[in-house]
């Protein structure tokens, strides 16, 4: 705790310290002081030692201590589970002498709404990244050179004609320069869509029949140029077909019986075999 005495006290009030502390400190509730009332007070005492008597240092109980002798002899289960009773029963308003199975139902009640409540944090933001910043060193007048910076679509100089620019966004003719010279090449004009004129239309040539293979002579063509001998080609020979095999089953032509009609007539009888 501060002594804030030099901050209250001045010595040109031509009055006695002794006199100032019993009139002014003994009525004083500032509590950040040490001189005042309120930091002698047994409340205040109590708030500035707290953290050491409950978290630094606490003191418990010893519980072979006569004077909590009744305290350490009671059976906080069995009481709480009377309770439980006395309400269940008090609910039914029939006074009926509860089950353990109800009592132990009510508990798992009561322990689930005493139980903090499960608080999922919200996942964190992406952090976004750092954005990109290019640099182009470019030559000025006078033998000087000036940085120019491009952050994102923001424009930047060192020199002093971007400082007292007044334009909006403020510029200068090295930031116009490098944009010059970092501006994308325009893109190829899309094909025209919309019919040219007749004017404009193109004609068609007409389709080049293919030449015939020059003549050729029979016998060829020689490297000067002249007729070559012709080729005698030999007449193709057919082979001899092969005399037909005769059939060894077959009946002599004496043996055959002659021929006969083989076209029956209709509702006409046939007789298979012989009687």
Not at 7 to 35: G, H, I, M, W, Y
Not at 125 to 145: D, H, L, M
Not at 188 to 198: C, E, G, K, Q, W
Not at 244 to 256: E, H, I, K, R, T
């Amino acid at each position: 705790m501060q002594d804030l005495w030099e901050e209250c006290f001045d010595p040109k009030l031509n009055v006695a310290p002794q006199a100032f502390s019993s009139q002014f400190c003994s009525r004083c509730t500032q509590p950040a002081c040490s001189r005042s009332l309120t930091s002698r007070s047994r409340w205040m005492g109590r708030i500035l030692t707290q953290e050491d008597r409950l978290l630094d240092n606490p003191k418990f109980a010893d519980t072979k201590d006569p004077k909590f002798r009744e305290l350490a002899g009671m059976d906080f289960k069995n009481m709480l589970r009377q309770a439980l009773a006395i309400e269940i029963s008090s609910r039914a308003n029939d006074w009926t002498i509860p089950t353990e199975d109800q009592i132990a139902r009510e508990a798992a009640k009561v322990v689930e709404a005493t139980r903090p409540p499960l608080v999922i944090p919200d996942p964190p933001a992406p952090t976004p990244e750092p954005s990109k910043v290019e640099q182009f060193i470019v030559a000025g007048s006078n033998r000087a050179s000036y940085t120019v910076s491009k952050d994102g679509d923001k424009w930047d100089c060192t020199c002093p004609a971007y400082k007292f620019s007044r334009e909006t966004p403020q510029t200068c003719k090295h930031i116009t320069d490098v944009q010059g010279l970092t501006k994308p090449a325009p893109a190829d004009p899309p094909a025209p869509t919309t019919p040219l004129p007749a004017r404009f239309m193109q004609v068609q040539a007409p389709a080049v029949q293919p030449r015939a293979n020059v003549p050729m002579p029979p016998g060829g063509l020689m490297v000067d140029g002249t007729p070559g001998a012709p080729q005698v080609r030999s007449p193709v020979q057919t082979p001899a077909q092969p005399a037909p095999v005769a059939n060894p089953w077959a009946l002599p032509a004496s043996a055959q019986p002659p021929a006969r009609g083989t076209v029956v007539p209709v509702g006409a009888k046939v007789t298979m075999g012989k009687k």
